[in-house]
């Protein structure tokens, strides 16, 4: 895969969809809207522990910046533990080798 392709940069609720079903296995369904929200807040914790997450910033000069390891636990993670609703993820990204790597290493158990 080239370089450029390597480096875009994925939106994170896609990313942990993606996850989520390699990880699984599961194929066609996999439930509900809010089965799958489940399943992507689950999916998005385990790659905050593996993978550097991406933020867009808020002004809309579509600029990303990567959220230092607090941030991404603060942000997504703290409100999910909480049981609260995890922010909308449109403004997160991971980038696809990051993706790539951070799939094998939870299937390889860290």
């Known amino acids: 895969m080239g370089q450029r392709l390597e480096n875009e940069l994925v939106p994170?609720?896609?990313?942990?969809?993606?996850?989520?079903?390699?990880l699984t296995g599961v194929k066609g369904q996999v439930g509900s809207?809010?089965?799958?929200?489940?399943?992507?807040?689950?999916?998005?914790?385990?790659?905050?522990?593996?993978?550097?997450?991406?933020q867009s910033s808020a002004d809309g000069s579509n600029s990303t910046m990567m959220m230092s390891a607090v941030q991404g636990q603060k942000l997504l993670f703290v409100p999910i533990r909480e049981g609260r609703e995890a922010p909308p993820l449109d403004r997160f990204y991971i980038r696809r080798s990051?993706?790539?790597?951070?799939?094998?290493?939870l299937r390889n158990g860290c």
């Open 12 to 22: 994170l609720f896609e990313a942990a969809s993606l996850a989520y079903l390699e």
């Open 33 to 54: 809207e809010e089965h799958l929200r489940d399943v992507v807040d689950l999916a998005v914790v385990a790659l905050l522990h593996v993978a550097p997450i991406y």
């Open 98 to 105: 990051d993706l790539r790597a951070a799939i094998t290493s």
